[in-house]
């Protein structure tokens, strides 16, 4: 039974693939017919860019033309390194736009404003670095219990504390997934590029006006500050989902009703519907309750909204995985090393592939579990200590070997290092 | 009845009653002159929106029928922000303990202050952090009891009032529970005035301050109240000695100052946005 089901996630992703290396399951049509569909593809994509002019942007500037595209109309934040330009994008460009940009006096109200913001019905997003993270975590939680969607773009930085401001790392991963309290589940995407930095914004945007749930762009220092020319999607590259709205009348609606999508309609303040909100377990109506049954349901729901929908919630991307026996696991700027790394070892006959999560949270356990059944080692390159690596030996659980390959001195991890291992394993 | 009528208009009496506070708390007499106030300005309910924050005054907003936002400790006056620079047009009530604004919400407290967003902070003073049974707060008052200075309170009280008037606050006024039919006034002509408008409201906690304190009961320490009260135009000829410890009322500043939400409007159209074409889409 759980066979199945893998296969049939395996059989979605290869649909939705970009290059035909990256995929993983079984084959449906022959080699020459697939690589002629996404010549095809390939061709049509291209006269699409061709007919948008191409922009040079920083991630952090990707990001701010991704939240203004799925229609951000709020924006509340607090001046900090490596994410202020974010910030200083936004206060220029919602003006105009007729959105709401503010500077908070800290990262809690920030969090707070957002919050409020959405609950009167408008996009809402915040952005900031480890130390102003660590302040939104209570905020964060609020956002989950109460299901108020909103985007927080974290822009990692060396830590703990002040850390190091200016370097790059990746050590919020295990923050963003646990940083509040209490049991809960948690989107969280990981750009590796500034073309992703883009896309990867909307989709945070779309998956919270979902699922009605914060969802956290984790973004490095390097992929936020690096300048890349890209070609902006056309709007209608751009899907933009927005929250449903009750159509009930107002005394029949139950703002956190069990529906069957899990995800209650969400009705704004002013729109009619007057209603209860609180950071407290609630009921249905909204109101707090102390009810064992009543108080499990609704965590319950809560974590099924995100992890039944894993389909969806969950993008990995994967490259030379097919006949790979040692996979290197990476994601943000050390997937770009690793893809590196992975094309000198097959020059060198290693057969290497990479295996890329553009989701961390909900962890992407199938593609995982497929991957140790059919590579001898995993390499998980991290700057940090090692904190996703322990997700992989978790879902691997000791079909390959995993090894970690950290770094948190400040500099990158460089493909050359990863290379290193590679041989070596 | 036309009182019971203010009730079941009001109060979300099918859903969440009984309420939590003790017998002789000033919350329910401030929450009755909330709704009075409302149904005085004929306000449109689906149009109001009250805020609070963590403790007893927390637990206000379950009980009346309006848009109701139950936010995390301190945090109330910035949840608050978004919405009304997200929807100006909703009438924003933000109710708060004195731990709640000017301890953890301190922050958050003097800022409002400073950027004057048409928000309604209505500030219930009782001296303690009343829910988690009786700690000194930062507005208890000098060598009182508390279950944390069980020796005596060493720290000095804020005066909310002076503090708000101090971060620049275009509207300040203080009024007690005592006082139920000026604090109806009070909250109407906060309403009415375009910016920051914060209220404080004296009130007492007889299960967690007074007794420990040894004030007596309720009506004792409410007729304490009603006699060290003075009116703020009478307290402008007395000298500070001989205010003391009285509890001056009245309003305090009411200042004409630009109000934010307007400003960023008018900021939105220099900037090109045209707010008309705009107003069916929504």
């Not at chain 1, 002629?36 to 699409?48: E, F, G, I, P, Q």
């Not at chain 1, 969806?312 to 006949?323: A, C, F, G, P, R």
């Not at chain 1, 995993?402 to 291992?421: A, C, F, H, T």
């Amino acid at each position: 039974m759980a066979k199945k089901t893998a296969g049939k996630t395996a059989k979605k992703k290869k649909k939705t693939r970009k290059k035909p290396e990256s995929a993983i399951g079984p084959r449906v049509v022959s080699d020459e017919e697939e690589k002629a569909v996404v010549k095809l593809r390939k061709r049509a994509k291209n006269k699409r860019k061709e007919s948008r002019p191409a922009v040079l942007l920083s991630g952090n500037e990707a990001c701010v033309m991704g939240a203004l595209a799925a229609g951000v109309g709020f924006f509340a934040g607090y001046p900090i390194t490596p994410a202020t330009e974010i910030a200083e994008l936004l206060s220029q460009e919602l003006p105009a736009r007729g959105g709401t940009f503010i500077q908070m006096e800290d990262e809690i109200s920030s969090m707070a404003a957002i919050i409020g913001a959405s609950i009167a019905g408008i996009k809402a997003m915040t952005a900031t670095s480890g130390p102003g993270f660590s302040l939104m975590q209570e905020n964060l939680g609020f956002s989950i219990i109460a299901e108020i969607p909103c985007v927080v773009v974290n822009v990692m930085r060396g830590g703990p504390s002040t850390g190091t401001p200016t370097s790059p790392s990746q050590g919020d991963v295990m923050q963003a997934r646990w940083g509040t309290h209490g049991e809960h589940s948690i989107i969280v995407l990981s750009p590796n590029s500034v073309e992703e930095a883009y896309t990867l914004t909307v989709k945070a945007f779309n998956l919270s006006e979902k699922y009605r749930t914060p969802v956290i762009l984790l973004l490095d220092e390097v992929i936020a500050h690096m300048r890349e020319k890209i070609h902006l999607p056309s709007e209608e590259d751009t899907p933009v989902f927005n929250r449903v709205k009750p159509t009930v009348p107002p005394e029949w609606y139950e703002p956190y009703e069990d529906t069957p999508s899990l995800v209650p309609p969400m009705a704004a303040f002013g729109d009619g519907y007057r209603y209860h909100i609180t950071g407290l377990v609630h009921d249905t109506h909204g109101f707090p309750t102390n009810k064992q049954n009543e108080i499990k349901a609704h965590l319950l729901r809560l974590r099924s909204k995100i992890e039944k929908n894993r389909r969806e919630i969950v993008m990995v991307e994967s490259e030379m995985i097919d006949d790979a026996r040692i996979a290197v696991f990476a994601y943000g700027s050390v997937s770009r090393a690793a893809r590196r790394a992975i094309v000198l070892a097959r020059s060198t006959g290693r057969k290497a592939g990479l295996v890329r999560p553009k989701t961390l949270w909900p962890f992407p356990e199938v593609a995982i579990e497929q991957l140790a059944a059919h590579v001898d080692v995993i390499i998980v390159p991290e700057m940090n200590l090692g904190q996703i690596v322990r997700e992989v030996e978790r879902k691997a659980a000791g079909k390959c070997r995993v090894v970690p390959l950290n770094r948190i001195d400040g500099k990158l991890i460089s493909p050359e290092e990863i290379l290193r291992e590679i041989l070596e394993v | 009845m036309q009182k019971t009528d203010l009730l079941y208009k009001y109060l979300r009496t099918d859903k969440k009653f009984p309420h939590l506070w003790c017998p002789g708390c000033g919350n329910g007499i401030l929450m009755g002159g909330l709704i009075r106030a409302i149904d005085r300005m004929e306000l449109d309910k689906d149009n109001v929106v009250v805020v609070s924050g963590i403790g007893c005054s927390g637990r206000l907003p379950v009980y009346v029928d309006f848009n109701t936002l139950h936010t995390t400790h301190g945090r109330a006056l910035a949840f608050a922000t978004g919405i009304k620079l997200a929807n100006p047009d909703l009438v924003v009530f933000v109710i708060m303990g004195d731990g709640d604004a000017t301890a953890i919400g301190g922050n958050h407290l003097i800022h409002m202050a400073r950027r004057n967003i048409d928000i309604n902070a209505i500030v219930i003073n009782n001296n303690v952090f009343g829910m988690t049974g009786g700690q000194y707060s930062p507005t208890t008052p000098s060598g009182a009891k508390s279950t944390t200075s069980v020796l005596g309170n060493l720290e000095r009280p804020f005066d909310i009032c002076k503090l708000a008037m101090g971060a620049g606050t275009s509207w300040v006024a203080r009024s007690t529970v005592y006082h139920v039919r000026r604090l109806t006034d009070l909250i109407c002509k906060a309403v009415e005035h375009d910016g920051f408008s914060m209220l404080e409201v004296t009130s007492y906690c007889p299960t967690n301050f007074g007794r420990r304190n040894k004030m007596g009961t309720a009506p004792k320490v409410m007729r304490w109240i009603k006699d060290n009260s003075i009116p703020v135009d009478k307290a402008k000829d007395m000298t500070p000695e001989e205010i003391g410890d009285k509890l001056v009322t009245g309003i305090f500043v009411d200042r004409d100052d630009p109000e934010y939400c307007t400003l960023y409007s008018e900021l939105r159209i220099k900037e090109g946005y045209d707010p008309h074409e705009h107003e069916h889409g929504k």
